[in-house]
């Protein structure tokens, strides 16, 4: 019987959030006969853990806080010689660096890195770090071709050093939800129009802009927003200094996600950054029309006009213009949606991804530089 690749997923945690989502994915869609999983949470496991299907993955909690800890690698290393982990993959730059340490101290797995969703520039000292350490890392990836395109720009390496792996979308959860028990769920009526928006209430997500823009729009109009998070309080001070308190529901955290999005009417994405939004895709998969930023991967999954609609990041004026045409106009609402739906069916499915996935962990774990990585170190 073939050993099977054991694969290590190194995260912060398993705390709700888009790049979670996708570990989880990931892990519930490899094959189970060619690769097995294990997770390495470096702070806390989280609610996401319960998601993951198999009583076989184990998860690792390592505890880590504030600050530097200069133990972890040693600790990280430890793991993998124990586990007798084939490939480390770790996703954004906290975990690399860790994940990075640990993986040439235990001197046996491969090592891969993704970039999932990044602020840049970030600071000259952590740029460099992460140019040297991709140098000696055997596949690297982003999830969105800006994305790359940024991460080639501000770290300094060649374009061969990442490639792109889309985010994937499990249509069959999206097809199981109906939109009459997603309204009731929602507690709005037939003849409300729904604006919302799934993902944590952090700053660069900001859903201030659109609590804004949703200020300057009158009539049967709700607004919800799905995910919890640190700005939660200024948020709903917002939404009581701009009178839209009543018409704003803040839902917090919640695992019926995929049932709750085919009962909104337009899905509004206003991030100030983002790799490749699992929300988004999950929204346009269930026919709801999407407004995006044009920051980061949105623009290679929306056509703008055609499949959603884009607006300059931050731009108030530009957002309440979207969501004005788009709530006077039913049939437009009804094009972009199928349009959104097509485009997910046929650019962004879980089982495309998964088998790219896989593909460059058996490479990597059959001794190959992964992707454009392969031709040379920089």
């Given at each position: 019987m073939t050993k099977k690749i054991h694969i290590q997923h190194v995260v912060l945690s398993l705390r709700p959030g888009g790049l979670e989502n996708g570990v989880v994915n990931v892990i519930n869609g490899l094959?189970?006969?060619r690769f097995r999983s294990s997770v390495t949470c470096l702070q806390e496991a989280g609610p996401?853990?319960?998601?993951?299907?198999?009583?076989?993955?184990?998860?690792?909690t390592l505890g880590l806080r504030r600050g530097n800890d200069i133990r972890l690698p040693l600790r990280l290393a430890s793991l993998f010689r124990r586990t007798n982990t084939d490939v480390v993959h770790t996703r954004n730059a906290e975990a690399f660096f860790y994940g990075f340490l640990g993986a040439k101290l235990a001197r046996g797995p491969s090592l891969i890195h993704s970039e999932h969703g990044r602020v840049l520039p970030d600071?000259?000292?952590r740029m460099t770090a992460q140019r040297w350490l991709l140098a000696f890392t055997d596949g690297a990836f982003s999830v969105s071709d800006r994305?790359?395109?940024d991460l080639v720009h501000h770290l300094r390496v060649p374009e061969r050093r990442?490639?792109?792996?889309?985010n994937g979308v499990d249509m069959g959860r999206i097809a199981s939800a109906d939109r009459p028990s997603a309204r009731q769920a929602l507690g709005v009526g037939d003849e409300e129009i729904v604006i919302g928006s799934v993902g944590r209430l952090v700053p660069v997500k900001n859903y201030a802009l659109l609590m804004r823009a949703f200020s300057r729009i009158a009539g049967s109009v709700r607004l919800v927003l799905i995910g919890e998070g640190p700005e939660r309080a200024s948020l709903e001070a917002l939404a009581a200094s701009?009178?839209?308190?009543?018409r704003t529901h803040l839902l917090g955290h919640r695992e019926d996600v995929a049932r709750l999005l085919v009962g909104l009417d337009i899905f509004v994405l206003p991030s100030l950054s983002e790799g490749m939004s699992n929300t988004a895709l999950e929204a346009m998969a269930a026919g709801v029309p999407t407004?995006?930023?044009?920051?980061g991967g949105n623009g290679?999954?929306?056509q703008d006009g055609v499949s959603g609609l884009l607006f300059e990041s931050e731009n108030e004026q530009e957002l309440t213009e979207r969501l004005v045409c788009l709530i006077g106009n039913p049939e437009h609402r009804a094009r972009l949606g199928r349009a959104a739906q097509e485009r997910v069916m046929h650019e962004f499915s879980m089982g495309a991804m998964i088998r790219k996935y896989e593909d460059l962990y058996a490479r990597v774990a059959c001794g190959e530089r992964g992707g454009r990585a392969a031709k040379g170190k920089s």
């Open positions: 094959d189970r006969d996401f853990a319960a998601r993951i299907r198999s009583p076989e993955v184990e998860i690792h600071s000259c000292r994305l790359r395109h990442f490639e792109v792996i889309y701009t009178g839209i308190a009543a407004i995006a930023s044009d920051v290679e999954i929306i």
